[in-house]
């Protein structure tokens, strides 16, 4: 199966914070990476797709990078919207679709 | 605006079935892959099934694959999950979620519906 592992399970940051999530592949993905954000409650959103491109009317506070096997999804300045889970997803291996566990970011 | 809604879902014995429909509008249906992704309570995504624009292509996860089969109406603008043999492992909700882009199959959804729950139980 193609794993996706993501890191931390949980992060308690404060309003203001810069922020990164970690997402690791079990094999290679190429930049076929993508990133959702899911409010509770709230089905899940698109926030980045292609390692690095935000989706439409995401904010720039929102920027994906990595490559092949190690991705990171970076928030600069924390906002109460943000916290959310996070979840990575690949589709380089269609229809073998897999997303990791997700991430929680919790306020302090 | 691009919109998903999805209905269907209810509880029903292990073993059961059931239909789920999503109903789309505010874009061009026929051109895109359709999907179907589910959460489990208190759990992460798991991808379920994919269909093509036109429903000639159709893909399946190996938990439901022999159990699921995904359908299309284009006229009717709404895709279809038809569910049987169903396992307590199969709660969870239901979402429906459009392609990012026309003609490709990715699983790679950038409007989902608000979900329906399916809950398997005895």
């Known amino acids: 199966e193609k794993e996706m592992t993501q890191s931390p399970a949980t992060l308690s940051v404060s309003p203001g914070e810069r922020v990164t999530l970690s997402c690791r592949a079990s094999?290679?993905?190429?930049?076929?990476l993508a990133w959702y954000q899911q409010i509770p409650g709230q089905a899940p959103r698109l926030l980045i797709y292609?390692?690095?491109t935000r989706a439409t009317g995401v904010p720039d506070r929102f920027t994906g990078s990595g490559s092949g096997t190690e991705f990171t999804l970076t928030i600069s300045s924390l906002q109460s919207e943000d916290f959310a889970v996070y979840y990575c997803q690949q589709y380089n291996h269609f229809p073998l679709i897999t997303f990791g566990q997700g991430t929680r970011l919790e306020i302090k | 605006e691009v919109q998903l809604l999805e209905s269907g879902g209810g509880l029903v014995q292990p073993g059961g079935s059931l239909r789920l429909s999503c109903a789309a509008s505010?874009?061009?249906?026929?051109?895109?892959?359709m999907n179907w992704v589910r959460q489990a309570p208190g759990k992460g995504l798991e991808w379920v099934s994919s269909i093509s624009g036109g429903g000639a292509s159709t893909y399946y996860a190996d938990s439901v694959k022999g159990r699921f089969t995904i359908s299309r109406d284009n006229a009717k603008n709404t895709v279809y999950l038809q569910m049987n043999s169903l396992r307590v492992e199969d709660t969870a909700v239901y979402y429906c979620?459009?392609?990012?882009?026309?003609?490709?199959?990715?699983?790679?959804?950038?409007?989902w519906g608000q979900g329906t729950m399916v809950t398997v139980s005895s």
């Open positions: 979620a459009k392609e990012n882009r026309a003609q490709l199959a990715r699983a790679l959804c950038d409007i």
């Open positions: 505010g874009f061009t249906f026929s051109s895109y892959v």
């Open positions: 094999q290679y993905v190429s930049s076929n």
């Open positions: 292609g390692v690095s």
